[in-house]
């Protein structure tokens, strides 16, 4: 069973900076591709930005230019550093895996107000 813990979440100023965290245990060698999702009350879960094990990244219109989305096989965990955030950021973020999907975190709330 794979499971992940995200952190890094908070209220931030309109142009300001998070650095979110996800640390995954269990079966981390099931996971080829992660990804970072985000989510907002009533609206689907969407994916933000991916990373697969070379290091390759890909990341949603919305956010290119200024989020990147990073890894630390040492630590296990996956990071999303956002900058010049806007309040359309606001949402609850997650992260799992691309092509295979396990159970979901409990995700970081990240508030983007003035």
């Known amino acids: 069973q794979v499971q992940f813990v995200e952190s890094g979440g908070g209220l931030v100023q309109p142009g300001g900076s998070l650095r979110l965290s996800c640390t995954v245990s269990g079966r981390i060698f099931s996971i080829r591709v992660m990804g970072w999702y985000r989510q907002v009350p009533g609206k689907q879960r969407e994916l933000v930005a991916q990373i697969t094990p070379g290091g390759t990244t890909n990341y949603a219109d919305s956010v290119k230019g200024r989020f990147t989305i990073s890894r630390d096989y040492a630590k296990t965990t996956v990071y999303l550093q956002m900058n010049s955030l806007k309040p359309e950021d606001t949402a609850v973020y997650y992260c799992?895996?691309?092509?295979?999907?396990?159970?979901w975190g409990q995700g970081t709330q990240v508030t983007v107000s003035s």
């Open positions: 799992n895996g691309i092509t295979d999907i396990f159970p």
